[in-house]
């Protein structure tokens, strides 16, 4: 078998080219700082993708928890409103319940008044309540006069007819006097 000298050379260039790829890896495995830097480098870019995942997730989770707070928030705030519209409304409410049930007495009370008390009485009360709008001081000055004059009247028919409130029981009937 003899190889003509082409072949023999195709030979020795693939004998070579192992032989350098050969060396090479042997060289790579030689570089031990070479390697270590190679390594570094790797574990840096994990380190690197690692961190900015972590970053990512710290703001995601500070997104939601802010969301989170100012829903409740809200929520709290526009409870409160509520409690305070219904608080509101609710003494509103009794309010007008107590306005309302004063005029249904009020009306009651005059009627009453008026069906005891004589018609030239009410006239004259009506004319005094117009002078007093027209000229309030002096009325008011009259309007006290009177009701001095009425409970001094009052007092002294209570004592005359031993009603109550008199301070002279049994006078005249043979009994000690009270004060």
């Known amino acids: ?5 082409e072949e023999l050379r195709g030979q020795v260039n693939e004998a070579r080219e192992r032989l350098g790829a050969t060396v090479e890896e042997l060289a790579a495995k030689a570089d031990v700082k070479g390697r270590a830097q190679h390594k570094a ?3 840096r870019e994990r380190i690197q993708a690692k961190a900015a995942e ?3 997730n ?3 989770t500070a997104s939601h928890a802010r969301h989170s707070m100012q829903d409740r928030t809200s929520h709290a705030r526009h409870s409160v409103q509520d409690r ?3 608080a509101r409304h609710a003494a509103q ?7 309302h049930a004063a005029q249904d007495r009020t009306p009651r009370a005059g009627h009453a008044d008026h069906d005891r008390t004589p018609d030239h009485i009410w006239s004259a009360a009506t004319r005094a309540a117009r002078s007093g709008q027209q000229r309030p001081v002096p009325t008011a000055v009259v309007g006290g006069l009177v009701v001095l004059a009425a409970v001094a009247a009052t007092r002294g028919m209570r004592g005359r007819h031993g009603g109550r409130g008199s301070r002279h029981h049994g006078w005249g009937t043979g009994m000690s006097g009270r004060w």
């Not at 078998?1 to 000298?5: D, G």
């Not at 409410?93 to 306005?99: I, N, P, Q, V």
Request: glycine share 8%; proline share 4%.
């Open 1 to 5: 078998m003899s190889e003509s000298p």
């Open 41 to 43: 480098a790797e574990v």
């Open 54 to 56: 972590a970053g990512q």
């Open 58 to 60: 710290a703001r995601d």
């Open 84 to 86: 305070a519209s219904h």
């Open 93 to 99: 409410d009794r309010r007008a319940g107590a306005a």
